[in-house]
Structure formats: C-alpha cells, structure tokens
C-alpha cells in the first residue's frame, strides 16, 4: 500500500515539473534568445552556441541620444508617483464609502461601479481636448492627476476590505476622543495594510505595462518611458536587432517583477499580522 502510494506520488511530481516546464518555456527561449545573434534566433534551440553579453550593453546604448537609463528613470518616477496617490486617494474614498454615512451613499458608490464597465475609448477625446486645454500635453501631469481620482477596482477592493473589520473598533475610538480621520489614520490604514499592498502591486505593474496613455500625451523622447522606448527600438533601426531588442525588453520586466515578489512577502506577513478581520 505504501509503495503504490509512493508512485503514485511520484508520477503526480513528474507531471507538475512537466507542466511546470511547458509553462515556463516561452521565459526560458526568451532569455537564451537575448543572448543569440539575430540569424540564431530563427532556430529551434533554446540556448544560444555563442553567449552574447553585448547584447545587454549594446541594446542599453542603441538608441540615438538617450540611453535606456534615461527611459528607465521616467517610467520609475511616473509609477511611483501614481501609485502613491493611488493608494492614498482610494483608501480616503473607500473609507468614506465604508464608514461614513452622507446623502445618496448608495447611488453615487453604484455609479463608480458603472465607471468599470465604461471603455476608455470613451474617454479618449473629452479627456485629451480638457488636457489640451488645460497645457497639460506633453508633461506627465494627464497620466498622474487622474490617479488622484482614486479608480473604481481599487476602491471597491478596499471598500470590501474594510467591511470586514469590526465597527467596534471606531466606536471605541470615538470614545477616546478620535475624529474620523484619526480612525482612518490609525485605524483603518494599518488594518487595511495587505488591501494597500495590492492596491500597490497593480498599479504600479498596471503603470508601468502602460503603453497607449504615454503614446497619446508625450510628445517629446526624453519625456518617453520604457514601453515608448521599446517601439522606438524598433523604429529606429532598417534591421533590427532582435537579440539585443529582446535583451533590453528582459531588463524592462524587472522592476515589476521585484516589486510583486517583495510586496507579495509583506502581503502574507500583513494576513499573518494585521488585526481582526470579520
């Protein structure tokens, strides 16, 4: 008995490290394939027969003027900027939405759902001809100030969050003498704490992916970020160099990828940590 449960054990671990392979594939060809030159990269081989580090090197300097530090360094500050006015604005508005109580409450919090299913194509042209009118066009203020909105997914996910913690908790801090912002500050933030987390994980991984949005209001190179520049790799060039293209398109996912893996560990320790939730 216990050896045909052992085998069966073991045929189910060969078949997750299969699937597991099948899955994580296309990663693998694409980060050999940042090191072929660009006839090998046409062939069946996952690994390349020459390593070619200058790949890295020579596709972070291609670009005529501007280096990849340059591209690099705008999508940073115009993610980091929008993902703390993110969190900062949807949780205000989720707290109002969970624990204050004010005219139409239900109307207006059913309207910013609606907003979810409303394309941005819909958008597009109000929302450009009001930048333009404002001079707002080519500087990133179109692509920052309406984080300051808040945005209805991560309203409604923190709205949800907070539901589940215990009024209690206000009531008792009321009688202290805490205003309502100080149960946001005090109470509700540091609770609320893996519901940020995710909040912080999608915008700045949604922020950074961001291509049509700096498309449509940046005009100028040196304003462009990664995803902009990428495009333009490919432009730039009558042949373009795929090896070093796809090196420097590798690099380009870092920043997201550190940013899910270290705000994923504080995720589990907030579940771990965090106070009571109903």
């Known amino acids: 008995m216990t050896g045909a449960h052992n085998k069966q ?4 671990h060969v078949l997750m490290i299969a699937f597991c392979f099948v899955m994580f594939y296309p990663v693998l060809w694409w980060i050999g394939a940042s090191f072929k030159s660009t006839p090998e990269i046409s062939l069946p081989t996952l690994f390349p027969k020459v390593w070619l580090w200058q790949n890295y ?15 690099f360094m705008n999508s940073l500050k115009l993610n980091v900027a929008t993902t703390i006015i993110h ?16 005219p139409l409450k239900g109307l207006w919090f059913s309207i910013l759902l609606m907003t979810l299913m409303l394309p941005g194509q819909v958008t597009l042209i109000p929302q450009y001809t009001m930048f333009h009118f404002f001079d707002w066009i080519n500087t990133y203020l179109p692509l920052i100030i309406p ?10 996910l923190i709205v949800q969050f907070i539901r589940g913690i215990p009024r209690e908790l206000d009531e008792s801090a009321k009688i202290d003498g805490c205003t309502w912002f100080g149960i946001y500050l005090r109470i509700i933030m540091p609770l609320t704490l893996p519901a940020l987390i995710t909040v912080t994980i999608f915008s700045f991984i949604w922020g950074w992916d961001e291509y049509f949005g700096p498309l449509i209001y940046l005009n100028t190179v040196d304003k462009y970020t990664v995803p902009l520049a990428l495009r333009m790799f490919i432009d730039s060039q009558s042949a373009v ?3 070093q293209l ?9 920043p997201p990828v550190v940013i899910f893996f270290l705000a994923q560990k504080h995720f589990v320790e907030g579940i771990a940590t965090t106070g009571l939730k109903g």
């Not at 054990?9 to 189910?12: A, M």
């Open 241 to 243: 160099p795929w090896g």
């Open 9 to 12: 054990n073991w045929l189910v």
């Open 57 to 71: 090197t020579e596709g972070w300097m291609a670009l005529p003027k501007y280096t990849f530090t340059r591209f």
């Open 87 to 102: 969190v900062i604005s949807a949780s205000l508005v989720a707290f109002g939405f969970a624990r204050l109580t004010f």
């Open 246 to 254: 796809l090196a420097v398109s590798l690099l380009s996912v870092l």
């Open 147 to 156: 984080s300051a909105m808040g945005g209805a997914f991560f309203i409604f």
